[in-house]
């Protein structure tokens, strides 16, 4: 029986290519109340995405409903959503926000033309609800920002941008598809409780399509399950994630480190730190040419197989240290040295010829992206082989490439795919073949598992974590979960504002944080308390947990 405000009945979605059909959706049903929040999550590829985007009438031109309603306050839209609805009444917060707004036009005006399409407003009428929805997300300095454009703002002012888009209309629904991806724990509850506010002072419903079960389970009214296009187990938080009947529900939180304490890799406590340190950086400085000194004094060794976690929120420096070390910037100031030796003082536009580069190596975060479109993953892996080891005959070339792939679990069939074909944990098996390709001995990794599903980050981790076992290698961990740090490093450092204001053993840190960064970070990773739920609902209070 129909009684949500949003009614999804028996959805199919078909997508169709030239030889073949896939089904994206199977029977998806799904009921969202009035001003109530409810939780989609699942791994990538399980049609968290594609249910959204049917409601709001954007799936590409390859799909297709093939069967099954969709229902806003009992009008059928299942064919089309009306225009007049989209945007006004429905509307969509979307996962990758600097894709998602226009790059040429201001955000004021791009504010602006999303009253303009449905409503009648004079010029000053529209700039007074510009500004008051700006300050509505609490986006900071508006009067003198407001003009800017989205390459001008960080990850996490975009995405309030994009929220501030979507309740422009005072809409009845949003669905907020991935809305805190990549960002980091700070900006993460920054934006969660901007949502949460929003929709208890508005009565807006959500739908929050996630693969983060910690925030699914602080935020959300009900949650349902998806797997392979179909909902597997639907419920309250506190059911669903306190007594799961589902195996894959099971995997899901078994695999999810906010759900439960992580707990650290015990390989991870076996490294002596008395030995010559491999890399050793000491008072690095680097300023930008707008005046930012991103890094500011930092100094901190890596032994020999050992990983080190660098943490901190947005714009703290982690990325900048991280492409100093790989010697893709030059720092101002400060020494770096590499096995005794001073790396530091050669350019980076001349590092690639020094016999260190083959042994520093990185994996970047966005793993399709920062592979070459036009390569396939044989070429990507062999790329670096090629230009960086010996030479090898074409037959000896494909053998060692095929050894990388088996040795982070990349199926032979899968060489000769291109990025596009490939899921997002097959690119990030692909990128960190390539880095292990030449032999590393250094290994940065900037966020490898910050988009994927709680599934893929899982086999990364485990990935990562046996190859530095097996081949002895060192970790420079550049991340802002802290529960992923915990659980495959030794050590770590947090970072605010290019400085270092804590650094030490990761159970010490967790147990003691010291600085009171450190204690905000920590206190901003979601968690799942079904007795602060169940708590809030017997006094009759909002739940957001904390």
Known sequence: MMRGILDIDALNVRFTGRNSHFDALR??????????????????????????????????QQASITGGRIRFRDQDITARTPRHLRGASIAMVFQNPHAALNPTRRICDQLSDVIQAHESLDRGAIRQRVIHLLESVNFPDVSRRMGVYPHELSGGLCQRVM???????????????????????LTQKAVMDLLFRLSRERAMSMMLITHDLGLAAQYCDSIAVMQKGTVVESGSPANIFSNPQHAYTQRLIEACTTMHPAQPHPAGKTTSRKRRPLL????????????????????????????????????????????LVGRLLDPDDGAISFEGRSIGTIGAHDFFRAEQRPHIQLVFQD???SLNPRFTAFDSIADPVRRLGPARDPGALRHHVEKCAADVGLAPALLDRYPHQLSGGQCARVGIARAISVDPKLLILDEPTAALDVLAQSEILALLERLRREKGMSY????????????????MVILQNGKIVETG????????????????????????RPASQEAAAATGTEFAGS
């Not at 420079?476 to 050590?491: A, E, K, P, T």
């Not at 967790?510 to 960064?517: D, G, I, V």
Request: with cysteine; charged share 15%; aromatic share 4%.
């Open 505 to 528: 053993n990761c159970e010490e840190v967790f147990q003691n944080p010291r600085a009171p960064y450190t204690a905000q970070l920590l206190a901003a990773i979601p968690h799942f």
């Open 367 to 369: 793993a399709a992206g």
């Open 280 to 323: 050793e950086v000491s008072n690095l400085r680097k300023r930008y040419a707008n005046g930012h000194l991103a890094v500011d004094d930092v100094s901190f060794t890596i032994a020999p197989g050992e990983s080190l976690g660098l943490i901190g929120e947005s714009g703290s420096g982690k990325s900048t240290l991280s492409r």
């Open 476 to 491: 420079l961990f550049v991340s802002h979960d802290l529960h992923i740090v915990r659980m495959i490093c030794d050590r």
């Open 27 to 60: 029977g998806v049903s799904l009921s969202l109340e009035q001003g109530r929040i409810l939780g989609v999550v699942g791994e990538s590829g399980s049609g968290k995405s594609v249910t959204g985007l049917s409601v709001m009438g954007l799936l590409p």
């Open 163 to 185: 929220i501030a888009m979507a309740i422009a209309c005072s809409p009845s629904v949003i669905i907020a598809d991935e809305p805190t991806t990549g960002l980091d724990v």
